[in-house]
């Protein structure tokens, strides 16, 4: 190459090489070219998906399972808005995301030119950080900053918008290293004072409870959950997103706790007097009703990201920092509490309140998930669609090992399930992973199969099929005296014939005998994808169940006899 | 919006006319920015604000002494259990600074006023009373009108514009407070 000044979009791309990028996962376009041109030179590898909406999660899923940032390149307009849906999935979920967007040239900029969109504008409300370019001269300090606001303190997704006369002129500004931004700062250690009282509180407690979040799985600091847990003897429990940095298979983890939670989890929860937020922020799905959650216990909240605390909850002692350093740091100054009553009764309420399900009669969904966490052991990567075979998957496939489990929690984003696992196969070609997605959201990126395929991924991709939009018609079911409306799934596709389709492996199961011999068989294929479509029973709930706006002892076991009344919290 | 509060007005003054129903300063909350001179910061931060159902009553924003930077003062209304939490979500943004709210600080305010008046006759005398006791400036004055020019901190403000009635105000512009803390304390 000759030693001329790089374009834009070169520089761009070497800015990218030099962050260490290695997938960049997009479609092309018109305002993009320039920089689709400058791909073509480069160690990057395109991969080309079917929908934007696809490459949004793909780069997310990457992101979950690698903890390096995802990145998208699409184009103006429509190309870029059809990442919105997947930038609100990585914000909620705090998930490094950088997404490219070609644009217009900058004399068009506002003036409704073909394909343009004011995506700057559009995505405020669900970005970290986002930037529009309108000098090349920018690129490389915009690039350095927009990797740094993306990966440190609490992650996010950061947009950076190129106008396509920004792209294609040229660019010799040098590299740069360092960022200069005074409005961003990022907590790292507790503040000693604050550690040293959280340390006695939890001391002091008889029924003190660990309860585990995202931020946990972002700072690695599941080992020291555990060694907190087993000094202190505190039982554990995790969020959706929590899942995989502590071992749930730990004789002290009591598993998921929440609206779908274990009874058991919930339970503890109920009854405690000490509560520990580890990298969580108290979310809806795990309170209830806000008012009754833990009155008479204390509560310490730890977290990088200051503005969680009394967001929701007002903790007894708050205090801002990386959820592993701050642990590190009250390991030291924490022993044994006075717990042996406590964790009994923990342990009564896991014998007394087991997850069940009916192995005759049809198959279930819970009875495939449970013999595929049986088949992998918590070794495999799992990612999940939306909705019930979600819950089911959270609650039977227990996770052991960090960034093993990723799904999408503040979002419920359907169609995230399946491209997600695309990103973390790329980003984990040693490990196996399985997608779990239900007929509907699966139909929201089943396009996808097809990049699968052409790079040949070995994912395995399980299709929970009962025909119908199950979360919605459970709700349906059980608060709107059973009537039925915009969830019957008609004209579902033959998923195996589909899949068969795009050249990709298929296989059926439809009896619970099925279930091991097919599982196995897509665990053990790994020339390319393979699609498990499991025919399970048409309609089947979710227990145990926390409605909406109900309090943690408003939790139900099974489906009760008398009609409901309509949740009173948020969806 | 619930009937406005009576503002008291100065010892032997006679109302021209019953007060107006500006919302009274004292419920309003004040919330000082140093934020990042680029473009979008400002709708980053009013959307902090929007999300949250909280009313912008007024926003000045203008260079800061250092270059590269803005000061913004943003006057709002809203449930007060939720302000301490916006500041944390102002201060979150990465263009931010920091973001601190005044509403009970030490600190010297103040905010200009332009009120073009209707008046002819001997309402113009009465007029030029009140102006002077405020001691605005009148900074056009026409055959059927006046605009006086007033400021002072803004409750100076409110008791001047209730004194006047609804018929006899053809305009009002507010600059919008701005606040800075006392002494070496930063603002």
Redesign the interface.
Known sequence: MENRVPTGAEKLIQCLEREGVEYIFGYSGGAAMPIFDALVDSSIELILVRHEQGAAHMADGYARATGKPGVVLVTSGPGATNTVTGLLTSQMDSVPVIVLTGQTITPMLGKDGFQEADV??IT??VV???Y?LKDAADIPRATREAFH?ATTGRPGPVLIDLPKDVTQGPCDAPFVDDVD????TVPTHGDPALVRQAAEVLMNAKRPVLYVGHGAVISQAGKAVIRLAEKLRAPIVNTLLGKGAADETHPLHLGMLGMHGTAYANKAVDHCDCIMAIGARWDDRITGKLDEFCVDAAKIHIDV???E???MVTADVAIAGDARLVLEELIPQVSAADTDEWLAQCEQWRKRYPLKYAKQGGLRAQHVLDKLHEITQGDAVITTDVGQHQMWAAQFCLSTTNRHWISSGGAGTMGFGFPAAIGAQLGCPDKKVWTVCGDGGFQMTQAELATAAIHKLPVKCLVINNNFLGMVRQWQELFFENRLSGVDLVGNPDFVKLAQAYGVKALRIRRPSDIERILTEAQEYDEGPCLVVAEVVKEDNVFPMIPAGAPLSGMIIEKPKEQMAKPTGST | MSSPTPIQNPPGFRPIAPGNAQKASRDLHTISLLVRDAPGVLVRVAMVFSRRGYNIESLVVSPAARSGFSRMTVTCSGDPAILEQMIKQLSKLVDVVHALDHTSSDRYETEIALIKLRCEGEQRREVLEVAEHFSAKVVDYAAESVILRVYGGSEKLDAMISLFSEDSIVELVRSGKIVMTRALEVT
């Not at chain 1, 931004?181 to 961003?184: A, E, N, Q, R």
């Open positions: 700057t504008g405020y409300a970290k950080h986002s529009l606001i931004l005074p409005g961003y990201d200051p503005a605390f009394g967001k």
